[in-house]
């Protein structure tokens, strides 16, 4: 700026020049090239205490005018008052100064200044240029010799020599960094950004992107290139500009979310990439609205993925990086004198290095990037699940459909048989519909599929399809729905002049009514049953299994990472809750299923027995039969289904159900048969009554009567069956249909005791 130490660099612009008008001769006049660069530097700081200076002057003078503005008004306002009162003229003394009040500040110096402005002003825009310029210079040259290094290796040349490339990259980077921090003075960090974006980004995405590269390896449409290409992208950024970006990661980064003054990996590299995927029409329609929903999730994976790792892999040490082992401000060792005279100052260089704190802070700026909320919008996701969820509908309905047409042993399960096989053996399911339904819930979270934003639409999504179930379910079990093949409604009776009538004129007879083949699954025991443990095991699956997938789908387990491992089981814990809230619905229909549906009907299979309790007293009446010595052969036949479904179901109840259907069924008809003991014995007692009033033919002495072997068949039935309650598990004195039962051919005893000491 002033000349004196070096050469001359921006003397010449007193003239008005600006430094585009510098001749070659002029730019020649620097000793060194990086010396140059370091004064532009120094010029940088000089402009900024200049623009300091100025604004601070501006400030100054601002001010005093203002207060020597508001000094005057108040003065004119007090001469105004002494005067119309004529006392000015009478008091000499108020027009003198005050002693007391401070002099006035010498605005000399900002008036001088103020004067400069336009030429500070210049001085600014002029260094901002030099600076912008030259590291566009700087950059090209680097990304020319990165080529011609590519191309070497490429054709199976030899390179340059790793010293000599090592110092150009040395010494380029060290123009880089006066560039940057010249800028960064002043404020101009965009046009730092702006310029690397320009010259060293932007031409190497047009080389790249392109539709032929995105479909590479795949039909048309399908982005099967997405991947590679963004791999490819990082590396070769990486490969180029990655000394760069460290560089500047390292001198400007803060490991706080706080901003920088010159961001090359966000608004560098990141924010021309993300334009040139949303400009081009073409690639733009293909990334975010591919119309199918594989291509757009895989599409979303992959550009998340990139985002997400974007910082990572564009600071990661290079080669070079790694082989010098610096990782610091400098090697610390002292300059080296050369054997020409000469002082190596390379030990002081600065030698950049970015630690995970840095890069972290990177990744998250990258994140909070204007341009990072708008490609985040240009996916339709909201579509994309509807398209999924839509796809598991269809697969339920469609098995629910032929369900409902062949009954529940259909074998609509259309998944992996491998895991229909692990499902079987794991955790219990076996009924297709039911495996169809899991292997659909399963699906929604695999990695192909399910999409981090949409993870709790997703989550709604398969309560919504267990709530499906659950009503095609219940609705069944009320009878609502029936199974098997149900005739078309028959038509309404038309008149004989409307209906169908052949060509001779006579009409035709309608076709017979197709049978009605339709049934209520409700009414089945087996099939209730069966369905009943398919639902304890999806609610035991839901609960438990099914929280473990979709928390690993969500956010894996990483065993190192401590306060990771306290995240996810937080969302362990809340997906949990949110899917036994899911199976409230679930518990109801079980319940129903068991203590309502399954009681009832083996209630009434175990009640049908019991009418021939009254054909007891004809056996014995008028037949002079001997006494009964066994229980009737009807008593094995009242429990007989019960024991049957328990020994068949036994293993398959519900936990939570428990034995209680089983007391249920045996109290209701063991009060169902004492009714029954209790009516017969009234009827005999009437007719022995009767027959006591009239002659009839006396039996043999010591004989027994009819109404005593009657009672004597009811107490050996009620002895047969309390063993067939007790041997169902059942406290026989808990039931009251038999302690009433027992009261009522306690008579008997006597009678019993007689026949066995006979």
Not at 51 to 56: G, I, N, Y
Not at 93 to 100: M, Y
């Amino acid at each position: 700026v002033d000349g004196s130490s070096g050469p001359p660099l921006l003397s010449g612009m007193e003239n008005g020049d600006r430094l585009d008008d510098w001749s070659d001769d002029a730019m020649e006049g620097c000793a060194d090239e990086l010396d140059h660069v370091a004064s532009l530097e120094r010029a940088a700081h000089t402009t900024l205490h200049l623009v300091q200076e100025l604004k601070s002057s501006t400030a100054e003078v601002t001010s005093l005018t203002s207060v020597q503005h508001k000094e005057d008004a108040a003065a004119g306002a007090d001469n105004n008052i002494t005067t119309s009162s004529g006392t000015a003229a009478n008091n000499p003394q108020s027009s003198l100064p005050n002693l007391r009040a401070p002099l006035p500040n010498d605005t000399d110096k900002a008036q001088f200044l103020m004067k400069l402005a336009p030429r500070i002003r210049r001085l600014e825009a002029d260094t901002v240029k030099a600076l912008t310029a030259t590291l566009e210079v700087v950059l090209g040259q680097m990304k020319s010799r990165k080529e011609d290094e590519r191309d070497q290796q490429q054709q199976g040349g030899s390179s340059l020599d790793d010293t000599v490339s090592a110092e150009a990259e040395e010494r380029a980077l060290l123009m880089i960094g006066h560039c940057l921090r010249g800028l960064a003075l002043l404020g101009r960090g965009k046009e730092a950004e702006g310029a690397f974006a320009r010259v060293a980004i932007m031409p190497l995405i047009r080389s790249k992107v392109s539709m032929g590269r995105l479909d590479e390896g795949g039909a048309r449409g399908q982005c099967t290139g997405l991947s590679s290409l963004l791999d490819d992208i990082a590396i070769a950024i990486h490969g180029s500009f990655g000394s760069v970006l460290r560089l500047s990661e390292a001198t400007f980064g803060a490991a706080d979310d706080g901003p920088v003054e010159v961001d090359l990996v966000s608004a560098g590299v990141w924010a021309p990439l993300a334009t040139a995927l949303m400009a081009d029409p073409g690639i733009k329609m293909a990334l975010f609205s591919p119309g199918i929903a594989g291509i757009l999730q895989s599409n979303y994976v992959a550009l998340d993925s990139f985002l997400s790792e974007l910082a990572s892999s564009l600071l990661k040490p290079g080669a070079q990086a790694e082989g010098n082992g610096s990782g610091g401000r400098g090697s610390g060792l002292p300059p080296m004198p050369s054997a020409d005279g000469s002082v190596d100052f390379t030990p002081l260089y600065f030698h950049p290095s970015v630690s995970p704190e840095l890069v972290s802070a990177a990744q998250s700026r990258v994140h909070r990037h204007p341009l990072t909320a708008d490609f985040n919008k240009k996916w339709n996701l909201p579509i994309y699940y509807q398209l999924r969820f839509g796809e598991c509908c269809t697969r339920l309905n469609k098995a629910m459909t032929r369900v409902q047409k062949e009954g529940w042993g259909a074998d609509v399960y259309t998944g992996d048989e491998a895991f229909a096989k692990e499902l079987r053996e794991k955790l219990g399911f076996e009924l297709p519909l039911f495996l169809e339904l899991y292997d659909s819930l399963v699906w929604l979270w695999r990695s192909d599929v399910v999409l981090m934003p949409l993870s709790h639409r997703f989550l709604r999504g398969a309560t919504q399809l267990v709530g499906r179930l659950v009503a095609f379910i219940k609705d069944g079990l009320e009878g609502s729905i029936r199974f098997g093949e149900v005739p078309p409604p028959k038509a309404a009776a038309q008149k004989l002049e409307d209906g169908p009538v052949s060509e001779t004129g006579e009409s035709i007879p309608e076709p017979e009514p197709l049978p009605d083949n339709s049934y209520c699954w409700g009414e089945r025991l087996e099939d209730v049953a069966a369905v009943a443990w398919e639902l304890t095991v999806l609610e035991t699956s839901l609960t438990h299994d099914y929280v473990e997938i979709v928390a690993a789908a969500i956010a894996p387990v990483d065993v190192s990472d401590t306060h990771n491992k306290s995240d996810t089981e937080e969302l362990r814990n809340i997906v949990a809750d949110a899917l036994v809230e899911a199976t409230h619905d679930v518990a109801p229909v079980i319940r129903q299923s068991w203590s309502d549906v399954i009681v009832n009907i083996l209630t009434l299979k175990c009640s049908a027995p019991l009418s021939a309790v009254k054909g007891i007293a004809a056996t014995y009446r008028m037949t002079n039969r001997p006494p009964p010595k066994i229980a009737s052969p009807f008593v094995s036949k009242i429990l007989g289904p019960l024991k049957e479904f328990d020994d068949a179901y036994s293993s398959r109840t519900p936990p939570q159900i428990g034995s209680r259907w089983k007391s249920a069924v045996v109290y209701t008809v063991s009060a169902r048969y004492s009714e029954a003991v209790e009516e017969l014995i009234a009827t005999v007692e009437r007719t022995e009554n009767a027959l006591k009033t009239r002659k009839v033919r006396k039996t043999a002495s010591g004989a027994m009567s009819d109404g005593d072997k009657v009672k004597l068949q009811l107490f050996l039935d009620h002895q047969e069956y309390a063993s067939n309650v007790a041997y169902l598990g059942i406290d026989v004195a808990a039931v009251p249909g038999l302690v009433k039962l027992k009261a009522l051919t306690e008579q008997a005893v006597t009678l019993y005791a007689q026949t066995q000491g006979a």
